[in-house]
């Protein structure tokens, strides 16, 4: 049952899309590795870390997407679920140092060491073992987002009170995080991680393979969001975005609905941020700062929101911008980067997937079902006595 | 505080009085000349032997020294007083009082001090100035002196309390008088007694610690009399703690106001998610930094009232800013209001690169008018000038924003047209005129808090990122749509953190506060003043 | 033409951009003054600047691109710790050599990198010892910002001052968030922990942002520098340009430079300084001190190895000693920290600040605090054979390195 | 001899993106003329409307208020020069008050005449009752008595009605059929309707028009119309 | 069920209901009995309180006192919409509400009956049966040629159609169809009330109409509401002839 239901996901573009990923993480590994760096193929080793760390945001937008382009969910803290992800994933990484620490501590990571802290807390057991991180990448985010969503829906919090409750959940987060006495290692958080699985992390195969497994990861999303999607239950989300209570009075339980996509869409930005940490060698509670998570709204909406491919692209192509922006203009690129949202919003309303499709309209005359759902009118303009 | 003539014609009189007795025979040229020998911290023993002579002229030489006017002449070590004006120096020889015009700097060097150095010449001018024909004078004497409760100021104060004739003074010198006789050993019980019933009445912080330090025997009147007191005055400063901290809450609260009410209307009213709202703040807190530095260099005189000129210039900057904005970008987003979250984004990063560009990145100095700087003690409490504007500045915006909204033809016509764009306008609103003038107000308000919030915090390009979160928390708190649940979503907030601090700190407090709104939305889904009824579901 | 290209590593956007687009301005200023002295090994010197924005990881992957797209031969910059720390493992992989020129906690000491800036006893520990000996002071209020620098530098700092036999309760601690704007009960709360009729000071390692509205509140709440003084760790002129330093004066901060030192080289520099940025009023700090002494101490390890190549320069960089600006050298040590004097100035109403007081020679910046028991047990040698940048002296093995 | 059209529409088409939902429609409402448009659902009488008050741009043609071309104008510009529209939905204003929902048509008005005339409160008397109610509290019927109490408050010369007796009780509807024919003869209002009323419209129009998928497809005096015929017009 | 009970044939019962709004009495101690398989009618004044009943029954609006009891022993005062849409009540909104960003078929398809749950809806693969209905549904509502068009673009009367056939597609035990034939045609309306006559036979259904005509047509029992309670109830023609409600309702 449940390959056929992944099976339903690949359909379509999706198909090509998630064959475009499984090729790329086959084989830029191989012309990283294996080619000359003077060979016209060769894939820089600064290439691969970028674009390893793109696919992560790739998939924390589409994650992201599930909830906000399909379901109306508007969440301003999914920064906090890829964060915590990321947390997780470095607490490992810290526990792997072990005893080459600076203070050479078998247990105790250095910033507890210097702060004078005597034991563990026991929230930090269990990370020596990668099985257990696993787990938790995927049930710490998993749980603060049921437990969130399990109030928020049930009360029927909706629209901007809900994202700016998000938002307030990441905020207190970030300045929990911040705090020393968390024993996160406040701001600096974690570093100075040694190696994964055995492997070292400052090595060019490590580095490969963690690009590898950031495009097989946003691979099997991507099949599993489309999976998502193109079930009833995908219309169901759709109905839930449009008209809530309507959807209530067709006997769908709307907080089940939310609940679902709230969880399993925080499962994915967490499994972004753990393959994020150990690419980019840090975690600090910025990860939280409300301004990401604002950021990956950005990515979605530049990219097509209520498309699966159109976060990916509005990551990778806002990101790149990003990247190329800061050594390029290094004083100006705010204008630009500026200048393009606002571009975007106004010529591009739908996105790049929606400028995609509308030009694929004007070349093909028969008009396929839209796929790009109208975004809804604003609460203030909605007026009459129906549900 | 610079030193009056006053000052030295009563050391004049001074010298028929007390300190002429401790005056000495002291070698003023030398000793005043030793001033700019040697290491600054040789320079207090120096000092010292100066304030021994009780020559008035020395009361201008330290008060100069302990101002850093004080300079000597490179070439030959000769101390002068001296006067900055324009962008040379006049000397005058402290002694003889000759004065030399239009000396450069380079030939000058200051005469140090310190901390200690300018406490030691407080403590001992304040002697001299305990008899001060000016009232200013002798009241800051007799505060020094409560506070060093130096015995030798006891027969100044004695002297002086026969003559004063103040009341204010009186009882302040009677309080320094009652802290000399409970911080010396050998005091008679029946001055002790009558001391600790003047600090007692007197209150506070002060006399709580003078009263702790009593030494008696367990169990005498002067014991019982301390223990009484100290519990009387604990009593009443924990009541007045408790109504400093509301004060607290609801000055934070009018801070939160301010940095909210601009958004209230392009958020709340129009339904903009709004995220360049704390740039038009910023813009309203650079106007101010701007106005300011045009008044300092055509005006110089009205530096005091430059404020009030920016108020206008904020609003009309920021407003244009807001209105450029609407007519650019936001007019095509109507109906789409997530995207105008985006596009908003945009505009704020251009607005604080553009800011960063022109001004430079680094905080811009705002200075604070003489009226809204320093604190009035009233009873138990310490309310700052600048608090207690921003209070009534934020109240009457937030009243006169209301009558506008709720009382005229306009506000109608905002709030027909922002909740049925099409419909008002075949009602014969012109909408798009209606659209930019409420953007355009939203703005310049948000431009009329930051003239307020550059008097308290940073003024720099990054100074709208830091309310912008706290600017959506308190307009969704309070209810969007709804200008009473801003006001009171604010001075919630505000007084639920001020409550919160001193048990959680800072951080945590910050971090409940949070957390309150997260379960307070799910008790109240739409916030505080939650808009009900038929017309809003779905 | 071949140059020899500089990475510049500061953030020109965001929350930092406010401290660290100074220090920017100062490298290209450097460098283009070497260039006009002819450059180095005889090629020119081509800066290469990006803009990291204030965010952590967009440091590792700038860092990366100077080094492995750009090939720059040394890249100044970072500012907070996070970013230091962020950047750190990228150094040490592709091995190339940073300098990082602000004050920080200690506690590290890495092949790859050269701290310039102040390790806590060439700051903090001064900064007491002289309040403790001038000012008499016997209550502490040690208020920080809550993250590592302070942290660190506060638990340092209580160790120090119970050793000296100060009571516990006569030691206040207080944090807050980054970018606190409401001061009020905080302040309130010194004014009463000062009125206990004991002298009080603070010691502030408050951050950036939060230090306007914290004087601001101190002035008005009439809290004075005679009554109870501020010491503050990261307060310099760049930050007091931002205030009306009036009601400040007296109040301290203690720097291995300020710009009111009198030296010659210091007259030049600022002379320089206000020439290349047009702009008269423009100040200078310590954090510019530590590039200046940074880089001349780069350009002539450079010379010294004759190659710009990584290996090469960090050894010739030990023991490197050029002039600083307070009229002295400075000199890189085995740990890659240098020597410094410590100064403490007094706030003025120009916004400048009045030295008070100065060690009597240089001190050594020490990477492991004698302070705190796990680290007083490290040393940090980079020479062979230690090579190593936190040797136990007690089990006598490397820390990091032994397995 | 004196202009008698109100308004004239000249061959308009209308299109929803590609969708068109207007074909060179034309039609006059003359003053003082109860002017009635027939049709099934979604034929594009709503859509006529809108091209009318200016709520959806037409793709071709012209609308003249009496001699002014009016084609491009802005709604508010149409209101201003006398346009009162009912719409179908009732569009009320649902966070204001029933009073304040009024007061909308304030806008076009000079100060001295803002106010509400009497009528429209005898002609809908529960309009006073519920001044201060939340318009989007009232009831469906209540809501559209609210819109046509709204639109006269404008005090129009044109009155453009989108099926006023949707939802509204039978004595009420015989009112509003009342109030119509006064305003038409006191006042000399020109009144264009729409309706799926059949009786309401026939024993109120002067003309009549019917549409058929985007066309007017007969148009004639009210009293020439047929029961029948126009029911075999209407069947589906 | 019904077949169990045959002694209290009541599917719907209202008890003394009462609901007011900031002091203003819409429902005031209603009661009311629609019986298993029983159409009735509702008429009265705007502003009587037929779409707040409707409000209360589906679990919208709760009543300031009284009780609802469905089926005889489910109270549905208790219970929130979902759980009482499940229970097999369906309601046709005033103003047409239906899935405006989906296609027609959609809104059918998210209407036609079934598991509701997340799992099943996840899982769920149309079964040529279910496909079958919701032709026969287009076909009803006379919408099979737009079926692939977004709901948004239908004309007013056409989401009203729509809408109804969303209602069957529920197949709920009692329909509440709040004036289903506003803005139909005579002939369309006609249609309308053959169609409620026929899913009739095999349910309950409550409507709401203005419209004398259809009422006419309809031909049941009806209910007069007039400010919150019962004015008047019995065929058409016996509550026509009441003064009381050709005053209030009717009109001379
Ligand atoms: N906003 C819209 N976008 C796309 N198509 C629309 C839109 N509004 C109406 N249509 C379509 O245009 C056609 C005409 O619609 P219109 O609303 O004018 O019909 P109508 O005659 O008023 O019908 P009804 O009697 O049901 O109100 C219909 O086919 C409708 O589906
Ligand atoms: N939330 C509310 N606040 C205030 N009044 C309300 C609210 N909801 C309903 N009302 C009032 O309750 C009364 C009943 O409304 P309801 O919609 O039930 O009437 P109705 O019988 O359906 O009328 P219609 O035939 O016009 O649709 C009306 O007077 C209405 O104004
Ligand atoms: N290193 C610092 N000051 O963060
Ligand atoms: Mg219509
Ligand atoms: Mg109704």
Request: aromatic letters at 10%; one cysteine or more; proline letters at 5%.
């Given at each position: 049952m449940i390959s056929g239901f992944l099976f339903r996901g690949l359909q379509g573009r999706i198909a090509w899309v998630a064959a475009a990923l499984a090729l790329i993480a086959v084989l830029v590994p191989f012309l990283n590795l294996s080619l000359a760096p003077d060979h016209a193929l060769h894939i820089p080793d600064y290439a691969v870390s970028l674009f390893g760390k793109y696919l992560t945001y790739a998939l924390l937008a589409l994650a992201l997407d599930l909830v906000w382009g399909y379901c109306g969910i508007l969440s301003l803290g999914h920064g906090a679920f890829f964060a915590l992800g990321g947390y997780v994933m470095g607490m490992y990484l810290?526990?792997?140092?072990?005893?080459?620490?600076?203070?050479?501590?078998?247990?105790?990571?250095?910033?507890?060491?210097?702060?004078?802290?005597?034991?563990?807390?026991?929230?930090?057991?269990?990370?020596?073992?990668?099985?257990?991180?696993?787990?938790?990448?995927?049930?710490?985010?998993?749980?603060?987002?049921?437990?969130?969503?399990?109030?928020?829906?049930?009360?029927?919090?909706?629209?901007?009170?809900?994202?700016?409750?998000?938002?307030?959940?990441?905020?207190?987060?970030?300045?929990?995080?911040?705090?020393?006495?968390?024993?996160?290692?406040?701001?600096?958080?974690?570093?100075?991680?040694?190696?994964?699985?055995?492997?070292?992390?400052?090595?060019?195969?490590?580095?490969?393979?963690?690009?590898?497994?950031?495009?097989?990861?946003?691979?099997?999303?991507?099949?599993?969001?489309?999976?998502?999607?193109?079930?009833?239950?995908?219309?169901?989300?759709?109905?839930?975005?449009?008209?809530?209570?309507?959807?209530?009075?067709?006997?769908?339980?709307?907080?089940?609905?939310?609940?679902?996509?709230?969880?399993?869409?925080?499962?994915?930005?967490?499994?972004?941020?753990?393959?994020?940490?150990?690419?980019?060698?840090?975690?600090?509670?910025?990860?939280?700062?409300?301004?990401?998570?604002?950021?990956?709204?950005?990515?979605?909406?530049?990219?097509?929101?209520?498309?699966?491919?159109?976060?990916?692209?509005?990551?990778?192509?806002?990101?790149?911008?990003?990247?190329?922006?800061?050594?390029?203009?290094?004083?100006?690129?705010?204008?630009?980067?500026?200048?393009?949202?606002?571009?975007?919003?106004?010529?591009?309303?739908?996105?790049?997937?929606g400028a995609m499709a509308s030009v694929r309209q004007k070349f093909s005359a028969k008009k396929s079902a839209p796929s790009d759902p109208v975004i809804g009118t604003p609460a203030t303009e909605q007026s009459g006595d129906a549900s | 505080m610079s030193l009056p003539r006053a000052l030295i014609a009563c050391l004049f009189f001074l010298f028929a009085a007390p300190v002429a007795v401790s005056a000495q025979e002291v070698d003023l040229p030398g000793s005043i000349a030793q001033l700019a020998q040697g290491k600054l911290k040789d320079r207090a023993a120096k000092v010292e032997i100066l304030l021994k002579s009780g020559d008035p002229r020395v009361a201008t030489v330290l008060n100069q020294l302990a101002e850093g006017t004080l300079y000597y002449r490179k070439s030959d070590k000769k101390v002068f007083l001296t006067e900055k004006t324009g962008k040379t120096y006049a000397l005058t020889d402290p002694l003889t009082g000759e004065e030399i015009k239009d000396q450069s700097k380079s030939n000058l060097k200051k005469i140090k001090a310190n901390n200690s150095l300018r406490r030691t010449i407080r403590d001992g001018l304040?002697?001299?100035?305990?008899?001060?024909?000016?009232?200013?004078?002798?009241?800051?004497?007799?505060?020094?002196?409560?506070?060093?409760?130096?015995?030798?100021?006891?027969?100044?104060?004695?002297?002086?309390?026969?003559?004063?004739?103040?009341?204010?003074?009186?009882?302040?010198?009677?309080?320094?008088?009652?802290?000399?006789?409970?911080?010396?050993?050998?005091?008679?019980?029946?001055?002790?007694?009558?001391?600790?019933?003047?600090?007692?009445?007197?209150?506070?912080?002060?006399?709580l610690t003078l009263l702790s330090a009593v030494e008696a025997a367990p169990k005498s009147a002067v014991a019982q009399a301390t223990q009484l007191a100290i519990t009387s005055i604990e009593r009443r400063l924990s009541i007045w703690d408790a109504v400093q901290n509301i004060w607290y809450g609801l000055s934070l609260g009018s801070v939160l106001l301010l940095a909210s009410i601009g958004l209230a209307i392009t958020f709340g009213v129009m339904g903009v998610i709004n995220m360049a709202h704390g740039e038009m703040v910023m813009i309203g807190a650079y106007t101010t930094f701007a106005v300011q530095q045009a008044v300092q260099i055509f005006a110089p005189g009205l530096t005091d009232y430059s404020l009030l000129l920016a108020?206008?210039?904020?609003?009309?900057?920021?407003?244009?800013?807001?209105?450029?904005?609407?007519?650019?970008?936001?007019?095509?987003?109507?109906?789409?209001?997530?995207?105008?979250?985006?596009?908003?984004?945009?505009?704020?990063?251009?607005?604080?690169?553009?800011?960063?560009?022109?001004?430079?990145?680094?905080?811009?100095?705002?200075?604070?008018?003489?009226?809204?700087?320093?604190?009035?003690?009233?009873?138990g409490l310490s309310l700052t000038w600048n608090r207690i504007w921003i209070f009534f500045f934020a109240l009457a915006v937030f009243g006169l924003l209301f009558l506008l909204l709720k009382r005229t033809p306009m506000g109608l016509q905002m709030r027909a047209v922002t909740q049925n764009r099409k419909m008002a306008s075949s009602m014969g609103i012109r909408t798009p005129w209606v659209d930019a003038f409420t953007f355009a107000l939203g703005s310049g308000i948000a431009g009329v808090a930051g003239v307020a919030l550059s008097q308290i915090g940073n003024v720099s390009p990054n100074l709208g990122q830091s309310y912008i979160i706290d600017s959506f928390m308190v307009v969704v708190f309070g209810g969007v749509g709804n200008l009473w649940g801003t006001l009171i979503g604010a001075i919630t907030l505000g007084v639920a953190n001020k409550f919160l601090e001193p048990f959680a700190g800072a951080v945590l407090g910050k971090i409940f506060v949070l957390v309150f709104i997260i379960l307070f939305i799910q008790k109240r889904p739409r916030g505080l003043f939650a808009l009900k009824g038929r017309s809003v579901e779905q | 033409e071949e140059t020899i290209k500089v990475g510049?590593?500061?953030?020109?956007?965001?929350?930092?951009?406010?401290?660290?687009?100074?220090?920017?301005?100062?490298?290209?200023?450097?460098?283009?003054?070497?260039?006009?002295?002819?450059?180095?090994?005889?090629?020119?010197?081509?800066?290469?600047?990006?803009?990291?924005?204030?965010?952590?990881?967009?440091?590792?992957?700038?860092?990366?691109?100077?080094?492995?797209?750009?090939?720059?031969?040394?890249?100044?910059?970072?500012?907070?710790?996070?970013?230091?720390?962020?950047?750190?493992?990228?150094?040490?992989?592709?091995?190339?050599?940073?300098?990082?020129?602000?004050?920080?906690?200690?506690?590290?000491?890495?092949?790859?990198?050269?701290?310039?800036?102040?390790?806590?006893?060439?700051?903090?520990?001064?900064?007491?010892?002289?309040?403790?000996a001038e000012e008499e002071v016997e209550r502490w209020v040690l208020a920080g910002t809550d993250y590592v620098y302070p942290r660190t530098t506060n638990k340092i700092l209580e160790a120090y001052l119970k050793a000296k036999g100060v009571a516990a309760e006569d030691i206040m601690i207080n944090y807050t968030p980054f970018g606190h704007s409401d001061w009020q009960t905080i302040v309130s709360d010194v004014k009463a922990f000062g009125a206990a009729g004991k002298k009080t000071a603070v010691v502030s390692t408050i951050n950036g942002d939060a230090n306007v509205p914290f004087y601001k509140e101190l002035a008005n709440q009439g809290i004075k520098a005679e009554d109870i003084p501020v010491v503050a760790f990261s307060v310099g002129e760049e930050e007091l340009a931002g205030l009306d330093t009036a009601p400040l004066v007296g109040h301290l901060a203690a720097w291995n430079y300020f710009q009111s030192v009198e030296s010659d080289a210091n007259a030049s520099f600022i002379e320089a300084w206000k020439a290349y940025t047009k702009d008269p009023a423009r100040v200078t700090n310590d954090p510019m001190e530590a590039h200046y002494i940074g880089f001349n101490m780069w350009v002539k390890a450079v010379e010294k190895a004759g190659t710009t190549d990584a290996d090469a320069v960090i050894d010739a960089l030990i023991g490197?000693?050029?002039?600083?600006?307070?009229?002295?050298?400075?000199?890189?040590?085995?740990?890659?920290?240098?020597?410094?004097?410590?100064?403490?100035?007094?706030?003025?109403?120009?916004?400048?600040?009045?030295?008070?007081?100065?060690?009597?020679?240089?001190?050594?910046?020490?990477?492991?605090?004698?302070?705190?028991?796990?680290?007083?047990?490290?040393?940090?040698?980079?020479r062979a054979p230690l090579s190593c940048g936190n040797f136990n002296t007690e089990t006598k093995t490397c820390g990091g390195k032994g397995e | 001899m004196p202009e008698t059209a109100a308004l004239k529409v000249q061959s308009i088409d209308l299109h929803y993106g590609a969708a068109q939902a207007l074909r060179n429609v034309s039609l006059v409402v003359e003053k003082a003329k109860i002017t009635c448009v027939l049709g099934r659902n979604g034929v594009g009488k709503s859509s006529l409307l809108r091209a009318i008050v200016g709520q959806h741009p037409v793709s071709n043609g012209e609308i003249l208020l009496g001699r002014d071309a009016i084609t491009k104008a802005?709604?508010?510009?149409?209101?201003?020069?006398?346009?009162?529209?009912?719409?179908?939905?009732?569009?009320?204003?649902?966070?204001?008050?029933?009073?304040?929902?009024?007061?909308?048509?304030?806008?076009?008005?000079?100060?001295?005449?803002?106010?509400?005339?009497?009528?429209?409160?005898?002609?809908?008397?529960?309009?006073?009752?519920?001044?201060?109610?939340?318009?989007?509290?009232?009831?469906?019927?209540?809501?559209?008595?609210?819109?046509?109490?709204?639109?006269?408050?404008?005090?129009?010369?044109?009155?453009?009605?989108?099926?006023?007796?949707?939802?509204?009780?039978?004595?009420?509807?015989?009112?509003?059929?009342?109030?119509?024919?006064?305003?038409?003869?006191?006042?000399?209002?020109?009144?264009?309707?729409?309706?799926?009323?059949?009786?309401?419209?026939?024993?109120?129009?002067?003309?009549?028009?019917?549409?058929?998928?985007?066309?007017?497809?007969?148009?004639?005096?009210?009293?020439?119309?047929?029961?029948?015929?126009?029911?075999s017009y209407l069947t589906v | 069920m019904t077949e169990d009970l045959p002694l209290t044939p009541v599917l719907l019962y209202l008890d003394d209901v009462s609901v007011s709004f900031d002091g203003f009495k819409a429902i005031n101690g209603l009661s009311l009995a629609i019986e298993a398989g029983e159409m009735r009618a509702i008429i009265g004044p705007n502003g009587a309180g037929k779409t707040t009943m409707m409000d209360i029954i589906t679990g919208k609006t709760r009543p300031d006192s009284g009780d609802v009891l469905f089926e005889g022993d489910m109270d549905l005062t208790q219970h929130d919409e979902t759980e009482i849409a499940q229970a097999g009540i369906g309601r046709k909104f005033q103003?047409?509400?239906?899935?405006?960003?989906?296609?027609?078929?959609?809104?059918?398809?998210?209407?036609?009956?079934?598991?509701?749950?997340?799992?099943?809806?996840?899982?769920?693969?149309?079964?040529?049966?279910?496909?079958?209905?919701?032709?026969?549904?287009?076909?009803?509502?006379?919408?099979?040629?737009?079926?692939?068009?977004?709901?948004?673009?239908?004309?007013?009367?056409?989401?009203?159609?729509?809408?109804?056939?969303?209602?069957?597609?529920?197949?709920?035990?009692?329909?509440?169809?709040?004036?289903?034939?506003a803005g139909m045609t005579d002939a369309e309306t006609i249609e309308t009330a053959k169609l409620l006559r026929e899913i009739a036979k095999t349910r309950s259904v409550i409507v709401v109409e203005h419209d004398m005509g259809f009422i006419r047509d309809l031909d049941v029992k009806v209910t007069v509401l007039a400010e919150g309670s019962v004015l008047a109830e019995g065929s058409l023609d016996h509550v026509s002839a009441h003064p009381d409600v050709i005053e209030s309702y009717l009109g001379r």
């Open positions: 810290m526990r792997q140092i072990g005893s080459r620490g600076v203070y050479g501590d078998p247990i105790l990571p250095d910033f507890m060491v210097f702060l004078n802290w005597k034991e563990l807390p026991w929230y930090w057991f269990g990370f020596d073992q990668f099985w257990f991180t696993l787990l938790m990448i995927f049930a710490v985010p998993g749980l603060l987002a049921f437990v969130f969503g399990w109030f928020a829906f049930r009360s029927r919090v909706t629209g901007v009170y809900l994202s700016i409750i998000t938002q307030a959940m990441t905020y207190a987060l970030l300045l929990a995080f911040f705090r020393n006495d968390m024993g996160f290692g406040g701001n600096n958080g974690l570093t100075d991680f040694k190696d994964i699985l055995g492997f070292t992390l400052q090595n060019g195969g490590t580095r490969a393979g963690l690009f590898s497994a950031s495009a097989f990861a946003l691979c099997l999303s991507l099949i599993l969001s489309s999976a998502i999607v193109r079930s009833r239950f995908g219309k169901v989300l759709i109905a839930t975005r449009e008209a809530e209570s309507r959807a209530r009075f067709l006997g769908y339980r709307v907080e089940h609905v939310k609940l679902f996509v709230f969880t399993v869409s925080a499962m994915m930005a967490g499994l972004a941020g753990a393959l994020y940490v150990p690419q980019v060698g840090i975690i600090n509670p910025g990860e939280f700062a409300p301004a990401n998570s604002i950021e990956v709204v950005i990515w979605t909406a530049i990219g097509g929101r209520g498309t699966l491919i159109g976060p990916i692209l509005g990551a990778i192509t806002v990101n790149l911008g990003k990247s190329w922006f800061t050594a390029a203009l290094p004083e100006y690129w705010l204008f630009a980067l500026g200048a393009l949202f606002v571009a975007v919003t106004l010529f591009l309303p739908k996105g790049i997937m | 304040s002697l001299f100035a305990l008899s001060s024909s000016d009232p200013d004078e002798r009241m800051q004497a007799a505060e020094t002196v409560f506070k060093s409760k130096d015995p030798i100021a006891l027969p100044l104060i004695e002297a002086r309390l026969l003559k004063e004739e103040i009341a204010e003074i009186l009882s302040l010198l009677n309080q320094a008088k009652s802290a000399i006789v409970l911080s010396s050993a050998d005091m008679p019980d029946t001055a002790k007694l009558e001391a600790i019933s003047i600090l007692r009445t007197m209150g506070g912080r002060g006399a108020l206008p210039a904020a609003f009309l900057a920021a407003g244009l800013v807001g209105l450029i904005l609407e007519r650019g970008i936001i007019r095509f987003l109507y109906g789409r209001p997530l995207e105008t979250l985006l596009a908003t984004w945009g505009v704020s990063l251009v607005l604080q690169q553009t800011v960063r560009t022109i001004f430079g990145p680094s905080n811009k100095e705002v200075v604070n008018p003489s009226w809204m700087s320093g604190a009035v003690e009233l009873a | 510049v590593l500061h953030s020109l956007s965001g929350t930092m951009a406010i401290s660290e687009t100074t220090l920017k301005d100062a490298m290209l200023m450097l460098i283009e003054e070497q260039n006009k002295k002819g450059g180095l090994l005889g090629k020119k010197l081509e800066p290469v600047v990006v803009d990291p924005a204030s965010d952590w990881p967009l440091f590792a992957e700038k860092a990366r691109e100077l080094i492995d797209v750009n090939k720059v031969s040394a890249v100044f910059g970072a500012w907070t710790s996070v970013s230091r720390k962020s950047v750190l493992p990228v150094f040490e992989e592709l091995n190339s050599i940073l300098f990082y020129p602000v004050q920080y906690e200690g506690e590290e000491s890495q092949r790859n990198v050269f701290y310039t800036g102040a390790a806590p006893n060439q700051q903090a520990i001064p900064a007491v010892d002289y309040l403790m490197v000693a050029v002039p600083n600006l307070t009229g002295g050298y400075s000199a890189m040590m085995p740990n890659h920290h240098i020597t410094k004097p410590v100064l403490i100035g007094e706030i003025q109403d120009d916004g400048q600040f009045d030295v008070v007081y100065e060690t009597a020679g240089l001190v050594p910046g020490d990477a492991w605090s004698d302070f705190l028991p796990d680290s007083a047990k490290l040393i940090s040698d980079w | 802005p709604s508010y510009t149409r209101a201003g020069k006398g346009i009162g529209y009912v719409p179908q939905g009732r569009e009320i204003f649902a966070q204001l008050t029933v009073k304040e929902n009024l007061e909308t048509g304030y806008a076009r008005l000079p100060r001295k005449q803002r106010f509400i005339e009497e009528e429209i409160f005898e002609l809908f008397p529960i309009l006073k009752d519920m001044l201060s109610r939340r318009g989007g509290d009232l009831s469906g019927g209540q809501q559209q008595q609210l819109a046509i109490g709204r639109a006269l408050v404008t005090r129009p010369d044109i009155l453009v009605l989108d099926e006023p007796t949707e939802g509204i009780q039978p004595s009420i509807i015989k009112d509003i059929g009342r109030a119509i024919t006064y305003l038409r003869d006191e006042k000399g209002m020109a009144i264009l309707l729409v309706e799926q009323y059949l009786d309401f419209c026939r024993e109120l129009a002067d003309v009549v028009h019917i549409m058929d998928r985007g066309e007017i497809t007969h148009s004639g005096p009210a009293e020439d119309l047929d029961r029948d015929d126009v029911r | 103003k047409p509400t239906v899935f405006e960003d989906q296609t027609v078929r959609e809104n059918i398809e998210l209407a036609l009956a079934g598991e509701r749950s997340v799992f099943a809806s996840l899982f769920y693969q149309e079964s040529e049966a279910d496909k079958a209905r919701i032709n026969a549904l287009l076909d009803t509502v006379r919408l099979t040629h737009r079926a692939s068009e977004l709901a948004a673009d239908l004309s007013h009367g056409q989401k009203q159609w729509l809408e109804i056939g969303m209602l069957l597609a529920q197949d709920p035990k009692l329909l509440l169809v709040d004036e289903p034939v």
